[in-house]
């Protein structure tokens, strides 16, 4: 049975009010926060991936060194961070981070962008080596990052306010097609 880590960015909503508090990007004018829709897609991955018989764990609000180092004990087959982007209110799409040199994980990226980019319709920014990420870099298996898109461009953050459900299947398809050898 395949094991997969399932990280949501950023920190849980009960931390709110707290100083530790991460809500990660945030559109105000929306009232949407990283951290909440990366938890809903999460939980919806997880339910998904359980259903295509994979084995799921997820983690959100620890350390970085914490969610990376309990990926590698739980012995994870492959690693999934989920995030929304930002930057300009102009940028739009999605991308998928990997480490350089995890060929695997190059792979298993490129079927989650290609899933999310045909499912819902979003710019395709492609697949962004990163070696600054410790959920990258600090992982012993296939790892990636999904920026499912920009939450603070309007049309993104419609989508990620209203399609959580087809984010979570896009992103839990790409895994059973890389699963697969697409």
Not at 76 to 102: K, M, Q, R
Not at 118 to 141: E, I, W
Request: some cysteine; proline content about 3%.
């Amino acid at each position: 049975m395949t094991k997969v880590f399932v990280n949501p960015g950023h920190d849980q909503l009960e931390l709110k009010g707290t100083s530790d508090y991460d809500p990660g990007a945030v559109n105000e004018e929306m009232g949407l926060y990283e951290n909440e829709i990366a938890a809903a897609v999460g939980r919806l991955v997880e339910k998904y991936l359980t259903e295509a018989g994979c084995e799921v764990k997820s983690l959100q609000h620890e350390s970085l060194r914490k969610i990376y180092e309990t990926a590698n004990e739980w012995g994870a087959d492959l690693f999934i961070s989920i995030h929304c982007n930002a930057f300009n209110g102009v940028a739009n799409g999605t991308e998928t981070l990997t480490y350089p040199s995890d060929m695997e994980g190059h792979k298993l990226a490129g079927c989650i962008q290609n899933q999310i980019v045909d499912s819902l319709g979003t710019y395709d920014r492609g697949l962004k080596a990163r070696t600054d990420l410790a959920v990258l870099n600090g992982t012993d298996m296939p790892a990636v990052l999904v920026e499912m898109a920009f939450i603070d461009h309007p049309d993104d953050a419609v989508l990620l306010r209203d399609e959580q459900d087809e984010f979570a299947r896009a992103i839990a398809r790409g895994v059973t097609d890389y699963l697969s050898g697409y």
